[in-house]
C-alpha cells in the first residue's frame, strides 16, 4: 500500500511495534509458549503466567485488582457482558427491568438496550446537550425504584465529547445502582481510573489504544453481579473460552506504554489535532465543528461541511491518500445520518456532511499539513456539483438556513 | 522453555509457522495492513478483503457458502451463540423451550444449558453408551413437540469418540428441528462438510487446529433463525465488534492447510497414536482403555491407570517433560471425576485415574518412543505410594472390583 494519511484512529489504531514484538513469543510456537493456560502442565503454566502479568498491567491502568479485570474479545463483547449480564441478573433477583443510558452511546450498546427493551426492560435514553454532553441532573430525574443500571459511555466515538462520568457515577452510587462506562474511546488516551470515574463496570478495547484487534477487558467492581454471556470455567467462570493469549500479552504491553505515555502523547496529538481544527475552521466556509469544544479527547475533531455529502468526502479524501470517517466506522454502509449528531440537534442536510478527523501516537504536523492542503480542494471540488451552493455563491438564495437553528445551547 | 514432548493437541495446537507468517502483514503496522474493515477507506477496505478472503476458506472446509460463516472469538462463543441465540429466538416466536443435548457435551455447552433450564427451557441431556456413543433411537425418543434445538458434538474432548452427527442431523431435519454440533475436535481433523453432517449450526475453533487463538466461527446454515449474542452491523447483524481481522486470516489460512493435509496427516497421527497406545497397553498392568475403539478422532487415546491420581500422573509425566491432561484442559483444577467418563459407565475411583493423551501434526515417532519410555516408570512410582496397590501386588486382598464391572456395555 502507497504511503497514506490516516486520520481514523477512533476506528482503529495501528498497533504499536513493542505490542507486536512482545505478541509474537506467544504465536511463534518455536517458542513452546503456545500451551492453553487452563491447562496443569508447564506449557500451560507459561501462558498462564502471561495472562495474568497481562491483567496486573491492565489493572494498573484502571487503579483496580487484577482479579477485576475480564479479558474479552472486544469492547462490543465487554459492553454487553455489562449490560445484558447485569439486566438478566437484575431479572433473576428479581430487582426490576428499567436502564438509564444516553442517546449518544455506541450501536452496540443501543442495540444491546433496543433487543432488551424488546425482552421485558423498560429503557431510557438521556438526552444530550448541543455539545453532546449528558447532564447528571437528568440523570438523577430519570432514576426509578426499579432501575437496575446506568449505563453512559466515557467519551462518544464520533465527537470526541467526554461525559461528566464521575459525577453520573456518584449519583448512581449513592442510589445503589450499578453504573457501566463505555470507555473505549478514553482507555489509553486520558485517565480512566474507575475510583476516580465512580464506575462499577467499565469497557475497553485494546485497538482502540495501539494494542491488536480481537482482545478487549471488563473491569467489574468486586461484588458486582452478572451472568456471563459464555458460561464456563474461564476468567473465574465469568467469560468461558480459552484465553486469547497473544491478544492479552498486547492488550498489557498497550496498557503498559498508555500509563508512562498518555500524557505526553495526549499533549502532542491534541495540539496537532488544534492545529488541524484552526487550519479547516480558517479555510473553508460554512462549516460546523461538532462536539465540546473543551471536553474533548485529544484525538477528535468532528466537522459537517455544508453542501457536501460526507461520504462522498470520506471518498475523495481516500482517493487523495487522505483516510477519515463519516463517523462510527461499525456503522458505515448505513444510509442513516449519524445518531449522535441528530442528538446534539444537526440538521438532517448538515449531519449529512459530517466528517471525524481522529488522529494518534503516529499522527505528524507534515501529515497534517498536508491534509490542510488537500481538504480544501476536495470540498470545493464536491460544492461545486451542487446547485445549491452555485445558488449559494451567487446570492439567489434568500436565506440558507444556518445549522445553529437546529442545535440547542449548550446548557454549560 | 526447554525441549519437551507435547501430548496435549486436544486442549490447544501450536499454530503453524505459515498461519503465523500469514498473520503478520496484519499485525505489523508498517505494512499499513491495520484498517478496521468496515472502514470505507483504502485501510479499511484491505482488510476487509483479508476477511472475506479468509471466510472462504473456511466455508470451503465446510463445504458451506461463504455468508454461512460468522467469525466469532472462541469455540465457546460458536457454541453459546448457537445454544442461546436459537433458544431466544423460539421463545421470541413462541416455538417451545425444549433442548436435547448429550451428558458429554464440553461444559461450556453444558454450563449454556443448565443456565438455560434455569431461565424457563427445559433441558434433555441424552445419555451414552461405555464407548461415550450418543444413540440416534435415543434422540428420536428424546424429540417432543416443543423441541427447539438439539446439540450433540461431533467428537468428544476427553475420548474422542465420533458421534453420529449425520444420522441424528437426518432425524433432527424431518422433524424440522434446527441441529447444532460442536465440532471444535474435528474441524481441520477429520471430514466436516456440513451436508454430510447435516447440520445446521457447528462451532470451530482455530487454535484447536493449528490457526491462533482468540478466533473462532459459527457455521449458520441459511434461513436459520438466532438471536445475535452482542448486537450490532458487523458480520451481517450477527455478532458485533471489530473483527479480529489477523486472527481471522490465520484461521483461514489453517482451513486451507487442513483441506489439503487433513488425511495424510490424520493417517500418520492415529499411526502413532496407535503406536502409543499398544506401547501402553503392552507395558502397564490394570489399565482401561476409554472412548470409541474405531470410532474416535486420529488425535486421541484416554487411559484411565487404576491406584493413580491423573492429576499426579499429569505431573510427574511434566516434570519428566512430557505435557498431558487429565481430560479437559478447561475443567482443570476442579476436584470432581470428569463428567464424560461418568457418563460412560467408569468407575469414580477408575475416572480418577485417567490421562488424555493427545497427538497432532508436529508428533513424532521418536517422541512416542521416548513418552513409551517414561510412563511406565512414573506409573510404577506413583502406585509404589498406593497402599491398595501394595495389597493388590501381594495378593492381600481377596477382590479388587474391576473397572468393567461399572461399565455398561456399548450397543454397538
Same mark, same amino acid.
Given at each position: 500500500?502507497?504511503?497514506?494519511?490516516?486520520?481514523?484512529?477512533?476506528?482503529?489504531?495501528?498497533?504499536?511495534?513493542?505490542?507486536?514484538?512482545?505478541?509474537?513469543?506467544?504465536?511463534?510456537?518455536?517458542?513452546?509458549?503456545?500451551?492453553?493456560?487452563?491447562?496443569?502442565?508447564?506449557?500451560?503454566?507459561?501462558?498462564?503466567?502471561?495472562?495474568?502479568?497481562?491483567?496486573?498491567?491492565?489493572?494498573?491502568?484502571?487503579?483496580?485488582?487484577?482479579?477485576?479485570?475480564?479479558?474479552?474479545?472486544?469492547?462490543?463483547?465487554?459492553?454487553?457482558?455489562?449490560?445484558?449480564?447485569? #439486566?438478566?441478573?437484575?431479572?433473576?433477583?428479581?430487582?426490576?427491568?428499567?436502564?438509564?443510558?444516553?442517546?449518544?452511546?455506541?450501536?452496540?450498546?443501543?442495540?444491546?438496550?433496543?433487543?432488551?427493551?424488546?425482552?421485558?426492560?423498560?429503557?431510557?435514553?438521556?438526552?444530550?446537550?448541543?455539545?453532546?454532553?449528558?447532564?447528571?441532573?437528568?440523570?438523577?430525574? #430519570?432514576?426509578?425504584?426499579?432501575?437496575?443500571?446506568?449505563?453512559?459511555?466515557?467519551?462518544? !466515538?464520533?465527537?470526541?465529547?467526554?461525559?461528566?462520568?464521575?459525577?453520573?457515577?456518584?449519583? #448512581?452510587?449513592?442510589?445503589?445502582?450499578?453504573?457501566?462506562?463505555?470507555?473505549?474511546?478514553?482507555?489509553?488516551?486520558?485517565?480512566?481510573?474507575? !475510583?476516580?470515574?465512580?464506575?462499577?463496570?467499565?469497557?475497553?478495547?485494546?485497538?482502540?489504544?495501539?494494542?491488536?484487534?480481537?482482545? =478487549?477487558?471488563?473491569?467489574?467492581?468486586?461484588?458486582?453481579?452478572?451472568?456471563?454471556?459464555?458460561?464456563?470455567?474461564?476468567?473465574? !467462570?465469568?467469560? *468461558?473460552?480459552?484465553?486469547?493469549?497473544?491478544?492479552?500479552?498486547?492488550?498489557?504491553?498497550?496498557?503498559?506504554?498508555?500509563?508512562?505515555?498518555?500524557?505526553?502523547?495526549?499533549?502532542?496529538? *491534541?495540539?496537532?489535532?488544534?492545529?488541524?481544527?484552526?487550519?479547516?475552521?480558517?479555510?473553508?466556509?460554512?462549516?460546523?465543528?461538532?462536539?465540546?469544544?473543551?471536553?474533548?479527547?485529544?484525538?477528535?475533531? !468532528?466537522?459537517?461541511?455544508?453542501?457536501?455529502?460526507?461520504?462522498?468526502?470520506?471518498?475523495?479524501?481516500?482517493?487523495?491518500?487522505?483516510?477519515?470517517?463519516?463517523?462510527?466506522?461499525?456503522?458505515? =454502509?448505513?444510509?442513516?445520518?449519524?445518531?449522535?449528531?441528530?442528538?446534539?440537534?444537526? #440538521?438532517?442536510?448538515? *449531519?449529512?456532511?459530517?466528517?471525524?478527523?481522529?488522529?494518534?501516537?503516529?499522527?505528524?504536523?507534515?501529515?497534517?499539513?498536508?491534509?490542510?492542503?488537500?481538504?480544501?480542494?476536495?470540498?470545493?471540488?464536491?460544492?461545486?456539483?451542487?446547485?445549491?451552493?452555485?445558488?449559494?455563491? *451567487?446570492?439567489?438564495?434568500?436565506?440558507?438556513?444556518?445549522?445553529?437553528?437546529?442545535?440547542?445551547?449548550?446548557?454549560?
Amino acid at each position: 500500500m502507497k504511503q497514506k494519511i490516516y486520520f481514523d484512529y477512533n476506528s482503529t489504531t495501528p498497533a504499536r511495534p513493542e505490542v507486536v514484538q512482545a505478541m509474537m513469543p506467544y504465536l511463534d510456537s518455536a517458542t513452546g509458549l503456545f500451551g492453553n493456560p487452563s491447562s496443569v502442565h508447564t506449557f500451560g503454566q507459561a501462558t498462564r503466567a502471561a495472562v495474568e502479568d497481562a491483567r496486573k498491567k491492565v489493572a494498573a491502568l484502571l487503579g483496580c485488582s487484577a482479579d477485576e479485570i475480564v479479558f474479552t474479545s472486544c469492547g462490543s463483547e465487554s459492553d454487553t457482558t455489562a449490560i445484558k449480564g447485569t #439486566a438478566f441478573s437484575a431479572r433473576e433477583r428479581k430487582k426490576g427491568g428499567h436502564i438509564i443510558t444516553s442517546a449518544i452511546e455506541h450501536d452496540t450498546v443501543l442495540f444491546c438496550c433496543d433487543y432488551l427493551s424488546k425482552n421485558g426492560f423498560e429503557v431510557t435514553y438521556l438526552p444530550v446537550d448541543s455539545a453532546g454532553l449528558v447532564h447528571p441532573d437528568d440523570v438523577k430525574k #430519570a432514576i426509578r425504584q426499579d432501575t437496575i443500571l446506568i449505563s453512559v459511555m466515557h467519551a462518544n !466515538n464520533e465527537i470526541g465529547t467526554i461525559e461528566p462520568i464521575g459525577e453520573i457515577g456518584k449519583i #448512581a452510587r449513592e442510589r445503589e445502582i450499578p453504573f457501566h462506562t463505555d470507555a473505549v474511546q478514553t482507555v489509553g488516551k486520558i485517565p480512566t481510573k474507575v !475510583n476516580d470515574l465512580n464506575v462499577d463496570m467499565l469497557s475497553l478495547s485494546a485497538h482502540k489504544f495501539y494494542g491488536p484487534k480481537g482482545v =478487549g477487558a471488563l473491569y467489574l467492581r468486586k461484588g458486582t453481579r452478572l451472568h456471563p454471556l459464555f458460561h464456563g470455567h474461564h476468567e473465574k !467462570n465469568r467469560r *468461558a473460552g480459552t484465553e486469547n493469549v497473544a491478544g492479552i500479552v498486547g492488550l498489557g504491553v498497550a496498557a503498559e506504554i498508555a500509563m508512562k505515555e498518555m500524557e505526553s502523547d495526549g499533549k502532542r496529538v *491534541a495540539a496537532l489535532r488544534d492545529r488541524l481544527e484552526r487550519g479547516i475552521i480558517g479555510s473553508i466556509p460554512s462549516i460546523h465543528l461538532n462536539g465540546h469544544p473543551a471536553l474533548r479527547v485529544p484525538s477528535t475533531t !468532528n466537522f459537517s461541511f455544508e453542501y457536501v455529502e460526507g461520504e462522498g468526502l470520506v471518498v475523495l479524501l481516500d482517493v487523495e491518500g487522505v483516510a477519515v470517517s463519516t463517523g462510527s466506522a461499525c456503522a458505515s =454502509g448505513t444510509t442513516q445520518a449519524s445518531h449522535v449528531l441528530r442528538a446534539i440537534g444537526v #440538521a438532517p442536510n448538515v *449531519a449529512q456532511g459530517a466528517v471525524r478527523f481522529s488522529l494518534g501516537h503516529f499522527s505528524t504536523e507534515q501529515e497534517v499539513d498536508d491534509v490542510l492542503k488537500i481538504i480544501p480542494q476536495v470540498v470545493d471540488r464536491l460544492r461545486s456539483l451542487s446547485p445549491l451552493w452555485a445558488d449559494k455563491i *451567487a446570492g439567489r438564495v434568500t436565506e440558507i438556513t444556518p445549522a445553529e437553528r437546529f442545535i440547542k445551547p449548550a446548557k454549560k
